[in-house]
């Protein structure tokens, strides 16, 4: 069964740290790009950052350059999302989403497969 399942959410003081992960199964993991999602209360859901299929290509929106880093290890079938120097207005519900790729760049959209996101709240 195809399954996206991020972990490591919760609630985190502002300048706090937490490290997200996203699980993959049912699929061939290293055929995909993945990118990490965030949907605020009353916001549109946005891309945060993305990793190509071999990890060499990654992106970050502006509001998180410096303060996250994304890495993906193959042999697990695992992506992560480090966010450190957390804010409050990092609060939100993060996606893990998929996206078969035939290069080496990673994407924000026509995603192919998503998780159910994991809650961070970031708050004092």
């Known amino acids: 069964q195809l399954q996206l399942v991020e972990s490591g959410g919760g609630l985190v003081q502002p300048g706090g740290s937490l490290r997200l992960s996203c699980a993959a199964s049912?699929?061939?993991?290293?055929?995909?790009?993945i990118g990490w999602f965030r949907q605020a209360p009353g916001k549109e859901r946005e891309g945060v950052s993305c990793?190509?299929?071999?990890?060499?290509?990654?992106n970050y929106a502006d509001s998180v350059k410096g303060r996250f880093t994304i890495s993906r290890d193959n042999a697990k079938n695992t992506v992560y999302l480090q966010m450190n120097s957390l804010k409050p207005e990092d609060t939100a519900v993060y996606y893990c989403?998929?996206?078969?790729?035939?290069?080496?760049?990673?994407?924000?959209?026509?995603?192919?497969?998503w998780g159910e996101g994991t809650l961070v709240t970031v708050s004092s």
């Open positions: 989403a998929a996206r078969r790729t035939y290069g080496s760049r990673c994407y924000y959209d026509g995603m192919d497969y």
């Open positions: 049912g699929f061939t993991f290293d055929y995909y790009a």
């Open positions: 990793i190509g299929k071999s990890g060499l290509s990654t």
